[in-house]
């Protein structure tokens, strides 16, 4: 019998979250395995996978003490149905290679689902982004006022970062969907098995090519964990800016979203956009502890990027989905104040570097010229204690500037600074219309690069668990293990 300390901090545990969260993989890396060797001619492999077949569709037996881990489970009943059958599937196969090959096949779901999530969250920030495009916003740098632009320039913004994070998601997928199967311990084997059969029934691009590399990589999830620290990076700084916009009652949430005060009856407390950044720091969080679990240990088998590192890596996962969805529902119905953000562009001096372009067209001076004009101009309404929206002819006559009155009038207008700004990626409404568009079509390549992904995954899972092509057209990829 195993130290009941040990069961009780490793072994249970183990059984537990592999029982939640791993067993459909399990059944798939079996499967495969026992339909490759009969492939290669091993007596009742075929027996094997007809078995495995049948369990999956069971109950799983609960945690007994008495046997080690979920894969000693499945072993001793399939050896009291069918001793031959649970002999020939033993055949070439580790714990080793079968493990790294669950973990693979979790990370890659896991994967698969964090991207549809983060393609919803793009739609979501594009449709948001085609209402505003003449919502004019002040933007800020060094937490200063500094330029006007649109709400649709803010949020393609967004929507730019998360289209680059996209890329990252499926270039990880890529290093993640490598099959371990058949490097047995770590030297691989005697029996004359086909690996790349194995890869192609589990719907991996292909088998890693070193047997030792195979059991022993982890630079596959610390890349994992590295894409979620950035994307999450990214959208907890979007979150300080709707924060700071709702705080001002720039943008309101939908009442399912916000809540109140017991004591103070106005407050409409946007906690949905806290508890989105708090989901995204704990997420970041985690990933340092699967960073660090693969830090100074031994090239080789071993638990720690292993089985003690799944766990943390679900809740990284949980909390990023969490972060996810609550920003996305943030984002689909929010209450913009239009009138109130264009008057803080009127009234502030966020206009003004057209005022200076203005002065330099009209004069010729330069614009390093024109620059200290607008600053002495500046110097004198403050001295003033005046707005820019005050400025008159004569002010600027007495710093020595001269511009029409319909000159002045336009180069201090916010929506006529933005109507200027017309060159690629700027904010004028043409650009944006035609930014949007481009926006639009990548998007729409990347969803059905995702769902090319999901229905290669998907006709393997079916093939795997005996499904009829009908059957598996049912299936989502949320519905292959636990919902992370």
């Given at each position: 019998m195993w130290h009941d300390t040990y069961l009780k901090a490793v072994l249970q545990p183990d059984y537990t979250y592999a029982s939640e969260h791993l067993l459909p993989h399990l059944f798939d890396a079996l499967t495969a395995h026992a339909l490759m060797l009969d492939s290669v001619g091993v007596e009742h492999a075929r027996d094997a996978a007809q078995l495995l077949r049948a369990f999956r569709q069971e109950p799983f037996p609960p945690y007994d003490p008495r046997i080690e881990d979920v894969f000693f489970t499945l072993d001793q009943n399939l050896a009291a149905q069918d001793s031959a059958a649970?002999?020939?599937?033993?055949?070439?196969l580790s714990r080793n290679d079968l493990d790294m090959t669950i973990y693979r096949l979790s990370a890659r779901s896991r994967l698969m689902r964090a991207t549809q999530r983060v393609l919803t969250l793009r739609r979501t920030l594009l449709d948001f982004a085609g209402r505003e495009i003449d919502t004019v916003i002040v933007a800020y740098t060094h937490h200063q006022p500094a330029q006007p632009t649109t709400l649709a320039h803010y949020l393609t913004a967004v929507e730019n970062n998360l289209a680059r994070d996209t890329d990252r998601l499926f270039g990880a997928l890529s290093r993640v969907n490598l099959s371990p199967m058949g490097a047995v311990a770590l030297g691989g084997?005697?029996?004359?098995i086909d690996r790349h059969a194995t890869s192609q029934l589990l719907a991996f691009d292909r088998p890693i090519e070193n047997t030792y590399d195979a059991v022993s990589a982890s630079d596959w999830q610390v890349e994992v964990a590295s894409v979620i620290t950035v994307i999450s990076t990214t959208l907890s700084r979007v979150l300080y800016d709707l924060l700071l916009w709702a705080?001002?009652?720039?943008?309101?949430?939908?009442?399912?979203?916000?809540?109140?005060?017991?004591?103070?009856?106005?407050?409409r407390n946007p906690v949905a956009l806290e508890h989105a950044r708090t989901?995204?720091?704990k997420a970041i969080g985690i990933t340092q502890s699967v960073i660090l679990s693969s830090h100074n240990v031994p090239f080789g088998d071993i638990n720690d990027p292993g089985p003690d590192i799944q766990p943390p890596l679900s809740s990284m996962w949980h909390e990023f989905r969490e972060g996810v969805e609550l920003l996305t529902a943030s984002l689909t119905n929010p209450v913009v104040d239009r009138v109130r953000w264009l008057q803080e562009a009127q009234q502030g001096e966020s206009p003004v570097t057209e005022l200076a372009d203005a002065i330099t067209r009209k004069s010729g001076c330069g614009f390093r010229t024109a620059h200290g004009q607008v600053k002495h101009v500046l110097e004198?309404?403050?001295?003033?204690?005046?707005?820019?929206?005050?400025?008159?002819l004569e002010d600027l006559q007495v710093c020595?500037?001269?511009?029409?009155?319909?000159?002045?009038?336009?180069?201090?207008?916010?929506q006529e600074f933005i109507a200027r700004r017309t060159t690629l990626g700027g904010p004028?409404?043409?650009a944006m219309r035609e930014e949007l568009a481009g926006a639009e079509a990548r998007l729409q390549a990347d969803a059905h690069q995702h769902e090319a992904f999901a229905r290669h995954f998907l006709q393997s899972r079916a093939h795997l668990e005996g499904l009829t092509p009908d059957a598996s057209t049912a299936r989502t990829p949320a519905a292959d293990d636990a919902r992370p």
């Open positions: 649970a002999g020939a599937l033993r055949t070439a084997t005697s029996f004359p705080s001002r009652g720039l943008l309101i949430l939908e009442d399912g979203l916000v809540q109140g005060s017991s004591v103070m009856p106005q407050k989901k995204f720091s004198h309404l403050r001295g003033q204690v005046r707005s820019v929206d005050s400025l008159t020595g500037v001269d511009l029409s009155q319909a000159e002045l009038t336009s180069a201090l207008s916010p004028a409404p043409s």
